[in-house]
C-alpha cells in the first residue's frame, strides 16, 4: 500500500501466480497483478477488466478531477 492507498501493480513472486480466481480482485479490483517473470521480456499480467477498464478509469478520473478541484 502506497500512501493509504492501493497499489496500482502488485508483483507475486509466486511460481504460479496471477491466478484468476486468487487474483481477479486484487486492490478491490484496482490493481494488476504480475508474475512469473523470467528473463528477456517474458511475464505474466492479470487485472479485473470490468472493473481497472472503462468503469474504473472512469471513476478515478471523477476523483482527481475532484480532488484537483475541477468541480
Not at 29 to 42: D, F, L, Q, T
Amino acid at each position: 500500500m502506497m500512501d493509504g492507498h492501493l497499489d496500482p501493480i502488485i508483483v507475486r513472486d509466486e511460481p504460479d501466480r496471477p491466478q484468476p480466481r486468487l487474483d481477479r480482485n486484487a486492490g478491490n479490483g484496482m490493481s494488476v497483478s504480475v508474475g512469473r517473470i523470467r528473463e528477456g521480456i517474458r511475464y505474466m499480467v492479470m487485472g479485473h477488466n470490468t472493473i481497472r477498464g472503462a468503469a474504473g478509469a472512469s471513476m478515478l478520473n471523477a476523483e482527481l478531477m475532484h480532488k484537483k478541484v475541477y468541480f
